[in-house]
């Protein structure tokens, strides 16, 4: 039988994906017992303390076991965590060398939503793809500069190392381990049992661009300022660059470096950003849509929204806004 840790970190959880993860996982054992086969997984919460108090007390975890006394797992999962990375990452340091190790020895790893951080932390993942929440990817790249942070990715899968994006996107992310690991038709039954999208690959739609601004590069803040506020024009990266009396190439690099994305990225996120919120919000069509954020070729738009959100215009309006679904 192997062996299956959902880690219980210290003062920094979301009680959430450590349930799911541990029902979801119960049931796929479930269903093999019920199917003639034996159980795949012996399941069990590890941590470093006997009890773990989470949102303020109002829910404890008590892991079966002290990661001290469990010298050989088969898979990892660590859930996901509450705001301060920073602090997660400091009171975890017994933690974040177990999961390194036990790595080392063979076993893999999947962290749910920003438990990236504390995956990041063990330095496993440098050089490595990976995906979080999207309203963490900035202070993601701002800790964890060696990583290849994808966070459009729902699940990266690379070297016996598992990473989802946010929230209850940690579902699928277990639908696909069962895959992974049980069989195709066992992951199916726990989709439909826990009514979990399969086979689900983005988590483009569910992103809210804000811009990445935690740098301390001010020609590049004033030049995403003037992006932001420019929204219907058509904008050059040789204007930009003139503008702000920066040469071309150094223009880019800086941008790049202080944003993650190209000038023309950052202007595509800015524009389609603003579409969506318009086609959440009215009945105007496509084409006033396009126009008002400084497309004039409907091709290029639908492609370029396509590219960020993974939906069409018309696709995306019909999923969120209200009037549409009457």
């Known amino acids: 039988m192997k062996h299956l840790t959902i ?3 210290e003062g ?4 959430s994906s450590i349930v799911g993860a541990y029902k979801i996982f119960t049931r796929a054992n479930e269903y093999w017992v019920n ?9 069990q919460l590890a941590g470093i303390s006997k009890e773990v108090n989470l949102h303020e007390g109002l829910f404890t975890v008590k892991p079966h076991i002290s990661i001290t006394s469990l010298n050989k797992t088969d898979l ?11 602090d997660a990452v400091k009171d975890n340091k017994l933690l974040i060398n177990w999961i390194e190790n036990q790595y080392k020895a063979g076993a893999e790893v999947a962290s749910i939503c920003t438990g990236a951080f504390l995956l990041a932390s063990t330095g496993l993942l440098d050089g490595k793809n990976c995906s979080t929440h999207w309203a963490a990817a900035e202070n993601f790249r701002m800790m964890f500069p060696k990583v290849k942070l994808h966070a459009d990715q729902l699940i990266t899968d690379e070297h016996g190392i ?8 940690f579902l699928n992310l277990m639908v696909y381990l069962v895959e992974k690991y049980y069989d195709r038709s066992t992951a199916i039954f726990c989709s439909k049992v826990f009514q979990i999208e399969i086979d689900r690959q983005s988590q483009s739609a569910f992103t ?27 904008i050059s990266v040789a204007h930009l660059s003139a503008l702000f009396s920066v040469g071309r190439r150094n223009f880019d690099r800086r941008f ?13 996120r800015v524009k389609i950003e603003s579409a969506k919120k318009t086609f959440e919000t009215s009945q105007k069509t496509v084409s006033e849509v396009m126009y008002a954020v ?8 639908r492609e370029v929204f396509r590219k960020i959100t993974g939906l069409s215009p018309l696709e995306y309006r019909q999923k969120y806004n209200k009037e549409s679904l009457n």
């Open 7 to 9: 880690v219980v970190p």
């Open 256 to 268: 790049i470096k202080a944003t993650g994305n190209t000038p023309v990225e950052y202007a595509q």
């Open 294 to 301: 400084g497309y004039s070729d409907l091709k290029a738009f």
């Open 162 to 169: 598992y990473t989802n994006g946010g929230a209850y996107s």
């Open 35 to 43: 199917t003639g086969k034996k159980e795949l997984f012996k399941i």
């Open 12 to 15: 920094q959880n979301n009680l």
């Open 208 to 234: 809210i661009f804000t811009g990445q601004k935690k740098h301390e590069d001010e020609i590049v803040r004033k030049a995403q300022d003037y992006i932001e506020n420019k929204l219907a024009e058509k």
């Open 76 to 86: 990892i999962i660590i859930p996901s965590l509450n705001h301060n990375y920073y």
